[in-house]
Structures are given as structure tokens and as C-alpha cells.
């Protein structure tokens, strides 16, 4: 059922909220490294749900039931939307006019215009229940995805029109739009075999079905260029297989059998090189001319290379004197006893720390899990789970070794500057950790209480970062004009 509405927002009148607080300011100097940093006031979020508009312009976050949209550059209080229930996803449309907000428990989706704050739409899928909600790239339709993945329905917001998409499969990732948005493409799964259709976005006619060479198909995804399709199998069989626009079958890539297989893939921003990370630790680069191996890097536990730098954290408490130890002091100095750390170069060898998994239990952590390009296509960043506490840097012009972070604690999220060859990490500590060829550096996030950082997310100019914690949010401004120092 889809409804629109046109009515005044009874919430209006909560609007009120302080202007972005920059009185807080880090300066960090290491060697060739500088950055001036701002940091704002802490702001309170839900389910880590924060999110950049696409043009850059808005941030809106989650609370509970509300939706919260702010100017980004001063962090006032534009708008205000209540939903029904608790925000279980959130997200912008394409053209930042709309928010879609959906509630599983419920089987609804609440759409909100930041144009016209009066106009609203809502979307119930009734009894066959919600498991996903996500936009189409027009940002004119909405596709939901039902309970036990019986099907997934198209929703129009200009024509109301509904259309129904059968047998998607439950995998990792069974859906990918193009970059471009003109298609989309669907694994899907029919008597007991796997298949992938390309749909046309405009008006969701199917291009191309094609079967699979997949026992149990894991995901898929289109190069940023469009041209070509990655789908691999489950973890219990190493494939990757690559296909054209047409369908037409490009090559199977398999590293080894009887083993574990793939855990992670992705595709560099230039298309020219599809990185494939698997759990004998080890990542491999395809080229994307004969789709063959052109490079293979090993996370070994032992580093030798000389020409690869290893930075490693050390904390230090400071220093605390009689007269810091006051009962003043201690109730309002939110920082006074929390740790400093730096980083340290160390010579070769370096032995990083290995946790060895458990085989008893399911989805043993060993193997490569995250993979991230830097937007330039320069650098490669990965994490291996049974060395959760280290960051590996790949240089993909001369396919060694660049550099390694190891923190004292495992690392929640790293993502690279969309703008510059600059990584973000943290680890749920009240530090935010920066890399760039440059050097590193560590950076206490000077709030009151101790801000937790568990994620982050890069604004798409690359001027600031969303710091989340657990229930809070806090934004870390760059100098842009400092940067090339």
C-alpha cells in the first residue's frame, strides 16, 4: 500500500539547536605531516544511522523515531520528521530531495521531502513483512525486499505504479546498480540453480538472464566503468567469474580448492584491476585485460621488507600532579587520565600479533575481510581477521608493500579521503587515526565524557569526517587550506 500526504509536521516547532561549535581545535605536526582539525559539539544518534546528502550539503541523522536534517556547514536544525516507529535504515535519494526511512518490524517505509517538509509518502508491505528498503539511482523508486526474500517491489513515487521482481537470492550481495544507473543487476536463485538478470532502470524491463557457473553464488558487483559484472561463489569454493554487459561468460579465476575460498572482492575506481581477498590471508590482483593474476600480497606475520614503513602505536599516560588530582578536576577534566599514543617507526623485522582462530566455531576470523581503493586507484588498503589489530597499505603502481598500522586495539573501520590518498581508521577508542604518504598520526578527539569511536564516514569533498560513537556523532573539520603543507 502507498500513500502521499500533504500536512503541516506537528514536530516543527521542536527545531532549536545550537550552530556548529568550533571552539575546539587539534593541531598535529609530525615530520611532513600537518593538519589543523576542528572538531564540533557532540550531537546524539541511533543504530549509527548518519548520513551525508549526495551533493554535500545536508547531514541527516536517526534518533529513535526521529529524523534530524542539518545544514552541514553550520549544523543547525533544518528539519524535523517523526515516523512511526524506531529508524531500522536510512537513506538519501540520489538528487538529496528525498529520505527514505524504514521500520522492518513494522513492514514500513516512510519517504520525506526536504523540498516540500508538508509532503510525505508511506509504504506498507502488510503481512509478508520487510527485510530491506533501498532507492533505485533515479531516486524515484524504491525497491523493498520481503521477508525470507520471497520477492522484491518496485515502488513509484510519480506513478504509484508497483512492479514485482521473483526469486532473488539470499547471499551476501544479491543486487547491484551500475554506476551510472542505468542498470541493475540481480543474482537470483531457481531450481537449486544460480542466475544473474540485468534489469534497465528506466522502466525495469529485463535485458539479459543468464545462468551461472556457480555452486552457490555469493555476490556480484559492476566495475565503476560499467562494463563489466564480478560474481563469485561461497566461501566454499574459490571462484570468481566475470561477465560482460551481454552476459557473455569472460573468465573463471581460481586461486585453489578443497579449502575455504573467497571473503572479499572489490573492484578499483579506474576498473583496471579487480582485488580479490581470501582466507588463506592472502589478496590477489586480476587485470583487466587477460583477467588474469598480475600480483599476489601475503599478510605475513613477519615483515622484512625494507622499503615498507611500519608504524606502530604506543600509548603513554600522562603525567598527573597533586594539583591536577583535585575533586574539581577530577569530575570535570573528562581527559585527564586518558591515554596519549603516537606512532612509532619500527626498523625490520616487525612481528605482527596473530590471534589464532577457534575451528570450533562458525566464520573463523582468518582471512581478508575489508578491501579499500584509494580513489586514484594508487593505494590498497586491507585487513586481515586474524591480524585484526593492523592495517595493511598496498601500492598498486609498484605492487609491494607500502606501509603498516599496528594499533594497540583491532580495528572497527578504515576508509580512504574520497578526494586525496589519505586513510581514516579507528578502533572504538577515543582516537582518530590518519595515514597518508606523508606519515601518521594519532589524534585524541577532545570531548567531554570520552567519545567512543566505533565508525566513520569521509563527507564526499574529503574537508571532514562523521566520527560515531555508540549514541553520539561528532564531525572532524580539515583545514583545506592546509593540507598541501
Known sequence: MLIFHKGGNKEQNYISQKAKNTSTSTKIVKEQLYYMMNFSEVFKQSN????????????????????????????????????????????????????????YKRGIVQ???????????????????LLSSRWSPDGRHILNT???????????????????????????????????????????RRDCKDYVSVFVCDDWHLLRHFETETQDLAGLEWSPNGCVLAVWDSCLEYKVLTYSLDGRLLSIYSAYEWSLGVKSVTWSPSSQFLAIGSYDEKVRILNHITWKKMAQFEHLATINNPKAVVYKEVERRPAVGSDDLSLHNITIGATLFNTQSQYEICPPPVHIPVVKPDPERANPKI?????????????????????????????????????????????????????????????????????????????QVPTEGGF????????????SLILLSKEQLCLCYMDSDQEDK
Open 48 to 103: 549509527q544511522l548518519c548520513k551525508v546528502s549526495p551533493d554535500g550539503k545536508y547531514l541527516a541523522t536517526c534518533v529513535q523515531y526521529r529524523l534530524v536534517v542539518r545544514d552541514v556547514s553550520t549544523l543547525q536544525i533544518l528539519q524535523l520528521y517523526t515516523c512511526l516507529d524506531q529508524i531500522s535504515h536510512m537513506e538519501w535519494s540520489s538528487d538529496s530531495l528525498f529520505i527514505l526511512c524504514a521500520m
Open 111 to 129: 519517504v520525506w521531502s526536504l523540498e516540500q517538509p508538508d509532503w510525505h509518502c508511506k509504504i506498507d508491505e502488510g503481512s509478508i513483512g
Open 146 to 188: 520481503t521477508e525470507f526474500h520471497l520477492r522484491i517491489t518496485v515502488w513509484s513515487l510519480c506513478t504509484k505504479a508497483v512492479s514485482y521482481i521473483k526469486y532473488p537470492k539470499v547471499c551476501q550481495k544479491g543486487i547491484d546498480f551500475s554506476r551510472d544507473g542505468c542498470y541493475m543487476a540481480l543474482a537470483e
Open 367 to 443: 582471512g581478508v575481510s575489508a578491501l579499500a581503493f584509494s580513489s586514484d586507484s594508487r593505494y590498497l588498503a586491507t585487513k586481515n581477521d586474524n591480524m585484526s589489530s593492523a592495517v595493511w597499505v598496498w601500492d598498486m603502481q609498484k605492487m609491494t608493500l607500502e606501509a603498516v598500522l599496528e594499533q594497540t586495539s583491532a580495528v572497527r573501520c578504515f576508509q580512504w579521503d574520497p578526494r586525496h590518498p589519505r586513510l581514516a581508521l579507528c578502533t572504538g577508542n577515543t582516537k582518530l587515526y590518519l595515514w597518508s604518504p606523508a606519515g601518521c598520526v594519532s589524534v
Open 452 to 463: 567512543q569511536v566505533q565508525s566513520l564516514n569521509w563527507h564526499c569533498s574529503g574537508d
